[in-house]
Structures are given as C-alpha cells and as structure tokens.
C-alpha cells in the first residue's frame, strides 16, 4: 500500500516560506525607505520601493493560495485512500463468508437447520454487497447531476416509515426502536427518491453507531414554508471540531483499521448534496442531556 503523505511537512514548509517572505519584505522596506530619505533621487527610490513591494505581495499572495492548494490536495488523498480501505473492506468481508459457507455446504452434509443458518447468512451477505453497490450507484448519480429545484411533492410521513422498516431489517432490529413523530399531510418540495436517500443514509447512521440498544427518534415539525426533520441517536456522538468535516466526501472519523461500523464515507455527502439541490440545509448538533448525534435537515415544504 502506498503510504499517505502527511500534512506536517507542506505546512512547515510553507509556513518558513511565509515568515522568510515577510522578513524580508519588511526589512527591504526598511532600507529603502532610509535609503530614499538620505538620497537626492528621492522619486526614484519611492518608484522602485512601490514595484518592489506589489511584486512581493503577488509573491505572498501565490504562496499562501499553493500552499492551501497542496493542503487540500493531500487531505482528499488521504480520503481517498480511506475511501478505497473501507470499500476493499466492504467487498471482501461478505465475499469470504460467502465462499466459507458455500464450501461448507459444497465439502460436508450439513443438517437442515445448519443449512438455513447458512442460507440466511449468504443472503444478509449478498445484501451488504447490494447496499453497497447502491450507495455508490447514489454517489454516482449525484456527482453528475446538476443543480436544479424540483416542483414534485414529497410527504414525510409515510415516507419515513417505509424507510424505517428498510433500516430495521438491514440491521436486524426492532423498527420500535425507531420512533418517528410526524404529522400527517407534511410534504416537503423534492423527488422522492432524492429524499428517500437522504434519510435513509440518515437514519442508517443512527441505527449502525447506536448498537445494540438502539434508541433512535426522528421529529419532523412543519415551519413557514419549511419542515424540519430531527434524527437523534444514541450513539458515541461527533466531536465539535469535526461536525462540518463529516459532510465531506471520503471523510470517516478515526482509523479504518480499527473501527467496526461498515461504511465508505459517502452516505453523509450524499445527505448534504441532496438536500442542498433541493435548496435545504443540514446540519449536526450533539445532544444535550445524554451521549450521541443530532442531525437537522430543513428542507423546503408545501404551502
């Protein structure tokens, strides 16, 4: 594997190269502006002072935007790279349970029982290779699609229910643990499809960062031409300084070598690059009296 460049050396550097531009620029100052008081070709020297120093500033102005360049260059590398970890991971796990059930069933007679144990296994493998293969088929989608509002008319309520009980068999819990308060007839401005994905990536996070004992509720309240929708988990929560990064692309928190939760780091750039071409916003909060996550979109609705 090839091994992820750093940030530290590209930050120093251009740091040294700021400071070193700065000094200089203040010193060369300095000089010539002694230099032009002491002179009798005092016009001369204030001219070339004021080149010299535009010319500096266009110098500094091109370090700091290739520095920045470099910055971001590196880090969506190094999402990158956890992109293609987490993927590899997602395909070869429920790859090798398949092969290891289907050789045990191929090798040994295998009672009834144990058969429908393996028959149920392979089928909950094949479906994590089929969400998978559908949330990239999403991300595809919406990285080629261009912006542009929608005059179709989504409601909320039965479209969160069907969504919860999709969650719940994916995950093998109770839909009770999901509760969902909304009032009926709240439609909000946008295709169904692009608001099925935004809370099914949604309330799929909620459920996988919350096991086992999953305690998920989903509010949706109608404003002035708006409704906003609340999904609350119980879950280890999202540190501060990291609740904006989380909606960028490639992005999961911590190493990929050492968390459980399945993933690939698009589900929450999906949720915010739906919900901004339907002209919304989300946004991630922390809970206030227990651990876990808040996440509020607010998405245009019907008069």
């Known amino acids: 594997m090839e091994p992820r460049r750093s940030l530290r050396w590209p930050i120093l550097l251009g740091v040294v190269l700021i400071g070193s531009l700065v000094i200089l620029t203040v010193g060369w100052v300095i000089v010539s502006i002694a230099a032009a008081l002491g002179s009798k070709n005092a016009p001369f020297y204030w001219a070339t002072l004021g080149v010299g120093v535009a010319l500096l500033v266009v110098v500094l102005a091109g370090v700091i935007v290739y520095l920045a360049l470099t910055v971001k260059a590196i880090a969506l590398s190094q999402r990158q790279s956890n992109f293609i970890d987490s993927v590899t991971h997602e395909l070869k796990s429920p790859l090798a349970s398949l092969k290891l059930c289907l050789q045990t069933l191929t090798r040994r007679t295998v009672p009834a029982d144990q058969q429908a144990d393996f028959h149920r ?145 698009l589900g929450l750039y999906l949720v915010r690059s739906l919900v901004k071409q339907m002209r919304g916003r989300v946004t991630a909060k922390g809970r206030l009296a227990q651990p876990g996550s808040v996440f509020e979109v607010e998405l245009p609705a019907a008069s």
């Open 121 to 265: 296994l392979m089928l909950q493998d094949v479906e994590r290779l089929d969400g998978l293969i559908d949330h990239l088929l999403d991300a595809a989608r919406t990285l080629n699609r261009h912006p542009a509002g929608s005059a179709e008319l989504t409601e909320l309520g039965p479209l969160l229910a069907q969504v919860r009980t999709a969650v719940a068999l994916r995950h093998g819990v109770a839909e009770d643990c999901m509760r969902i308060d909304c009032g009926p007839g709240l439609r909000v401005r946008g295709r169904e499809t692009d608001v099925e994905i935004v809370f099914r990536n949604l309330l799929d996070n909620a459920v996988k960062y919350s096991l086992p004992d999953v305690e998920v509720e989903v509010t949706a309240t109608a404003g002035k031409g708006t409704a906003t929708v609340r999904v609350a988990d119980n879950g280890p929560g999202i540190p501060l300084s990291e609740r904006n990064a989380v909606f960028r692309r490639f992005v999961r928190l911590g190493s990929e070598l050492e968390r459980s939760a399945p993933g690939t780091g």
